[in-house]
């Protein structure tokens, strides 16, 4: 069974978010998509301040077996990534809601959080074979 | 058993599982304009023996012409042993291997050329080949562009570079949006300069060509960091034959070298053939192996410890990343190197550093006798590898005409690619050439010349 805790949001490209204190948002991928992907070989970073747009390819996990796209979920300006993970992938694999998060973005404005899912609603897309 | 592995029971049997009535469905995302029924201009096809005949009678107006012709391809000698060996049953495919465990041997051959060519170019990785030494150059502009992560969508492309180079990368990259920024040469030694680098906009990369078109040396170091200096990457395109003697792309510059080198594989044991086929290669430094096109041989041990060969670094590539792959040219030219791996083991990097030498010595030579001749004279100033521009007094297609009538290619016509240069001529002397051939080749320009006077 998967891990979902229960203070992050989610989207249905099995990325994960926390909102921080100071307005960014911690974005990684979770336990479902780290588990499907297998042992990871490489995680390629996206540039600290980039602006991305929500739904767009900003950085890619590899494993032996495949290559994927990670999505941000919402609109924001990269602020931070996580470089340990250059030399230690497999940090998404053993702690995926932890040391393997991915990278922060900072909204312009307000963040457009409405289309998110809750762990909830996450659990329901996994339960449908989403 | 059929060469076509599919009957129709089977394309209907899965049309079926997909829902698809028609393999014409298959391919609706195409515009009915640009789908092709047939070739046009290809006759019907002829019997083995009439086109046995007909390749025969073709072959023998090729005629056995003494060759000053370089431009690209060169005519070195290749052992015996090179395509004895490598037309052996277990080595007569043109692919790479995707069944690991059937092709061990396949494998650790391209595995060995990997190693031959980083070591050649002083570069950390090597993939298992491209298509050619001008598609080489065209992915390795593309892979700069993925390296280098900034907005800059331009590639500073020396004239100097083959003009056939030029254009095939402006074909895969304009559509790209990505635009090339000529850097033009110096009119006086026919090198790139550095200096003007100075009056051109930032680019994602410089392409240094060693040796250029014109068979020149380029200041490679000045060049490169030049390049650095702009925050651009260094691709190197050059003769592979010609590292075993100068300054590898990996040594370039005063710190780091070149991050990406290729160029045509020919030199090292591929005949000249009507154009092909030959291959290109590309290495590069190991922090860039990521975003490096094609498919890379890797050697690991299996569970018993014992070594094996694999392909590696695969998530990338087509077969997984679809649309999304590093490259979509994928097959290589398995064969060729399976011969230019075998010819660089036979002759070793002191052959390799012989016949690059030798090449060098017979063309300084000839370039002396030729430049002596009345009117004649060499057009730029300054060290060339084995290929050299000459001025001739008079337009260069009727001399290369008259050549010909007696049995010599006398270079390449570079009025066409270079108007700028005039009467300009260039012309190739590898190790094949004997001081009779320069004496040959020298005495009949000047009598073609001398009935001009």
């Given at each position: 069974m998967s891990q979902i805790p229960v203070d992050l949001k989610y989207v249905s490209t099995h990325e994960w978010l926390r909102a921080e204190p100071d307005g960014s948002f911690t974005i990684g991928i979770t336990d479902h998509a780290q588990d499907a992907l297998g042992d990871l070989v490489f995680v390629e970073l996206p540039e600290v301040g980039r602006d991305v747009a929500a739904g767009e390819a900003c950085a890619v996990v590899e494993s032996v077996k495949a290559?994927?796209?990670i999505y941000a979920p919402i609109a924001g300006r990269i602020s931070t990534v996580n470089t340990?993970?250059?030399?230690?992938?497999?940090?998404?694999?053993?702690?995926?809601y932890g040391a393997g998060w991915l990278f922060r973005l900072t909204p312009a404005g307000a963040a457009d959080t409405g289309e998110l899912l809750d762990a909830e609603a996450y659990r329901a897309l996994l339960d449908q074979g989403g | 058993m059929p060469f076509i592995p599919h009957t129709p029971e089977d394309v209907q049997a899965m049309l079926d599982a997909i829902g698809v009535t028609d393999v014409t469905e298959?391919?609706?995302?195409?515009?009915?304009?640009?789908?092709?029924s047939r070739v046009e201009g290809v006759p019907p096809g002829a019997s083995e023996m009439a086109i046995g005949r007909l390749m025969r009678e073709r072959?023998?107006?090729?005629?056995?012409?003494?060759?000053?012709?370089?431009?690209?391809?060169y005519e070195h000698h290749i052992p015996a042993a090179v395509w004895e060996i490598t037309t052996r049953g277990e080595f007569y495919s043109a692919y790479t291997p995707y069944q690991a465990e059937a092709s061990q041997g396949t494998l650790q051959l391209i595995y060995e050329y990997q190693s031959m060519m980083t070591a050649l170019m002083d570069m950390d990785v090597s993939n298992a080949s491209l298509y050619d030494g001008a598609s080489a150059l065209a992915e390795a502009a593309l892979m700069a562009l993925r390296l280098h992560r900034g907005d800059v969508r331009r590639i500073w492309m020396p004239a100097a570079v083959h003009p056939h180079y030029r254009e095939t990368v402006r074909t895969i990259v304009e559509g790209?949006?990505?635009?090339?920024?000529?850097?033009?040469y110096d009119p006086v030694t026919g090198q790139t300069q550095a200096m003007a680098l100075d009056d051109l906009p930032d680019a994602a990369a410089l392409v240094i060509p060693q040796p250029n078109f014109f068979g020149r040396l380029e200041e490679v170091d000045a060049l490169t960091d030049a390049a650095r200096a702009r925050g651009a990457l260094v691709i190197a395109v050059v003769n592979p034959l010609a590292m075993a003697v100068l300054k590898p792309p990996g040594a370039w510059g005063a710190a780091g070298g070149a991050d990406i080198a290729c160029g045509d594989g020919q030199p090292l044991g591929i005949p000249l053939a009507g154009g092909g086929p030959y291959y290109g290669f590309l290495c590069c430094r190991s922090e860039h192996?990521?975003?490096?096109?094609?498919?890379?041989?890797?050697?690991?041990?299996d569970r018993d410890g014992k070594t094996g060969y694999t392909l590696t670094l695969q998530p990338r590539e087509q077969h997984i990343r679809r649309a999304k792959a590093t490259s979509n040219i994928c097959t290589n030219q398995g064969l060729m190197v399976t011969a230019s791996t075998i010819h660089m083991a036979l002759l070793g990097a002191e052959g390799l550093a012989r016949a690059a030498l030798?090449?060098?010595?017979?063309?300084?030579?000839?370039?002396?006798?030729?430049?002596?001749?009345?009117?004649?004279s060499l057009r730029f100033a300054g060290p060339f590898f084995h290929e050299f521009v000459l001025t001739l007094p008079r337009p260069v297609a009727p001399v290369l005409a008259s050549l010909a009538d007696v049995g010599i290619l006398g270079g390449y016509d570079l009025s066409a690619a270079y108007p700028e240069l005039g009467h300009a001529l260039l012309v190739c002397a590898t190790e094949t050439r004997t001081a009779a051939d320069l004496a040959r080749y020298t005495a009949t320009l000047s009598s073609i010349l001398g009935d001009d006077a």
């Open positions: 290559a994927s796209d340990t993970l250059i030399d230690a992938p497999e940090q998404v694999n053993t702690d995926c | 298959l391919f609706d995302e195409i515009p009915p304009a640009l789908r092709w072959a023998a107006k090729d005629g056995n012409d003494l060759c000053f012709l370089g431009a690209g391809a790209q949006g990505i635009a090339l920024i000529e850097v033009p192996v990521r975003q490096m096109p094609g498919r890379i041989v890797g050697r690991t041990v030798s090449s060098h010595a017979r063309a300084t030579a000839l370039a002396g006798q030729l430049a002596a001749l009345p009117g004649v």
